[in-house]
């Protein structure tokens, strides 16, 4: 089973700044099986980015994604106020547990 | 607009059975993979399973925590999936979303189900 890690835990930053967040996976991943999902309080998960760096339905520009291998981000370049939530990312595998999920991170307003 | 709406949840003692449904609307049932996702309290995302399509056979498949206890089906003409619980543990208490599946990614998202077991 592939495990993913992602860093930092909680991130505290002020509206307007960069955020970078980080995942990790225990071995090389295939890049169009990454995704990251934005959740907040009381709310279903929602796709934000999947494959190399490609946007969801709906999602500003603002969000990206890069990586390879083992080492994947998510950067959001210019931080508004509805951003600050959890975010997960995720890996699909053939082979069980099809999906896994990194622990998340938290973005909070500093 | 793609719509997934999950019902059947509430408490149930342990050992008991539960069964929630998930209506989709907004795009082919048919054609889709659909999964179960769930959330304990204040915890992360887990993958409970997924039902294939009818060109795949329905073919089901299931993590590890709850294969043998839990059971995927779906009703195509109801555009409806479903997730038959049994043997249930007070460790499956969680939030259970139905989720389409589109190219190893979950890219639309119930609202979610509650599901309490405790005696």
């Known amino acids: 089973e592939i495990v993913l890690t992602q860093s930092p835990d909680t991130l505290s930053l002020s509206p307007g700044e960069r955020a970078t967040l980080s995942c990790r996976a225990s071995q090389s991943v295939s890049s169009s099986s990454l995704a990251w999902y934005q959740q907040k309080p009381g709310q279903a998960p929602r796709l934000l980015i999947y494959g190399e760096s490609s946007r969801a339905t709906g999602i500003p520009d603002r969000f990206s994604g890069s990586g390879s291998g083992t080492d994947f981000t998510l950067t959001i370049a210019r931080l508004e106020p509805e951003d600050f939530a959890l975010y997960y990312c995720?890996?699909?595998?053939?082979?069980?547990?099809?999906?896994?999920f990194g622990q998340g991170t938290k973005l909070e307003i500093k | 607009e793609v719509q997934l709406v999950e019902s059947g949840g509430g408490l149930v003692q342990p050992g008991g059975s539960l069964r929630l449904s998930c209506a989709a609307s907004g795009f082919t049932f048919s054609d889709n993979y659909m999964d179960w996702v769930r959330q304990a309290p204040g915890k992360g995302l887990e993958w409970v399973g997924r039902i294939r399509n009818k060109h795949k056979n329905y073919m089901t498949e299931y993590a590890a925590s709850v294969k043998g206890r839990f059971t995927i089906s779906r009703d195509d003409s109801k555009n409806s999936v479903f997730l038959q619980m049994n043997s249930l543990k007070t460790e499956d208490t969680a939030v259970y979303y139905c989720a389409r599946e589109y190219y190893s990614k979950l890219d639309y998202w119930g609202q979610g189900s509650l599901v309490t077991v405790s005696s």
């Open positions: 995720q890996q699909y595998d053939s082979s069980l547990p099809l999906y896994t």
